[in-house]
């Protein structure tokens, strides 16, 4: 079965046995749960692109280790027309969903172990490679959805994993057996977990010497013996648990996030893919965080699209779609949409193949793309908070709506243009509430500035990406300095650039 269907993974996901935890309560039939279920439905919009006719070339792809069709979910990008494709399904889920469809952590973190476990192999002896093919294989097979499991809890933000007082503050290894490995610890904020058949758990940092029991990436069932998944809050989540579907806003669609602990968690040896390589870890580090800073190129573009649609509509039904300053608010969000999308087709364009053989896409501009996300969010949804008013803030109730009594009166006075329904306008008041205020994206800002890593973490690797020494020599030469009088010239991989030989009396010559 390569190809499940929305029904088959909803279906699928019944048989696991989750330790879920929710509002102080381990929760039993989780899939039909009017909290969790959202989210799930989110993930399973993307196995049914892969089967609509319009949608499946985005979704669907040849597997390099099957040669059989795969959910580009669970895929190796083969191209950088691959990348591409990856970022135009994301926009296409944001599209749909308007929210965070969750599986592509998996995919990502799928691409990153399989180039980095491929060179560890090189350098140590090891066949961590080999034990990664496998198992993908298992997860290509069977459809699964996995989820990316990197950000630890980590406690002293200033100490490294090894001099932490508490040593679980870092996902670790307990315990090395002739069949197996033992984990502890926790990880935090791993988006999808409780919608994912498993999890690959990945280091969160570079490690140094001493960390050695902290460099480990393994793969582990999300219903494995230890596995306690404690589901994260979202702003306005009991809006779910009410009668009626309007103040929720975004009714179908969420994403989610939870607290991952793993507690004494046993792996066996095929699913141990790093164990002590504390010199790749880094290297798995920023190439996940590559691809995934890529990603948000693209579901952040897609849910952009919802938001610019609903603002457009407020503005209809309040009458003003026409007002200049209304259109010049819109422009401005397409171009902030335009921008963040644009960025990640960048990074796939420029991207390069890994000696494993699938393509990783530029760091740098990857790191460029997410570092907007960071931003732009926060001005869209100001934007569209903007043109809604502050009714956003103060609607009443779906209830009071539909209260005999109360009802013709909100039925009268929130009408705006008399062709369209008062509860038309309610609705997207609700949506672009739920779209700035948290319960879809879980929040379009927040996960904007922290998901895929916090904008400090994209600085860090735009200056280290960025060859400055180039940018200095460039200006020297521009400025007509010459090596031998500039003692501090800095080592550029473009090596020094000759001074201009001409001037503005001489240029541009004859020959
Ligand atoms: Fe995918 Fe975006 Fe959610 Fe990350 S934040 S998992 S890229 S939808
Ligand atoms: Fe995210």
Redesign the pocket.
Known sequence: MALKTANEYIESLRRLNLNLYLFGEKVGNWVDNPIIRPSINAIAMTYKLAHEPESKDLAVTTSILTKEKVNRFSSLFKSPEDMVRKVKL?RE??QRTAC??????GMDAINAVFSTTYEIDQKHGTDYHQRFRQWLRHVQENDLCIAGAMTDVKGHRGLAPSQQPDPDMFVHIVERKSDGIVIRGAKANI??VANSHEMLIMPTLRMREGDEDYSVSCAIATDAPGVTLIYGRQSCDTRKLEEGDIDVGNYNFG?HEALTILDNVFVPWERVFMCGEIDFSIMLVERFAGY?RQ??G???AGIGDVLIGAAASIADYNGVRKAPHIREKLGEMIHLTETIHGCGLSCAYEGWKTKAGNYQCDILLANVCKHNVTRFPYELTRLAEDIAGGILVTTPSEKDFRHPVLGKYIDKYLRGVPEVTTEARYRMITLIHAMSFGLT?PSYHT?SMH??GSPQAQKVMIERESDMALKQSLARSIAGIDKREDPLDAASKGGWRKPVEWNSRTWPRSD
């Open positions: 994301q889920m944001g965070c469809f969750q599986r592509c952590v988006t999808g994403g995934h990603s948000y693209g579901c952040k994206a996960e998901g895929a």
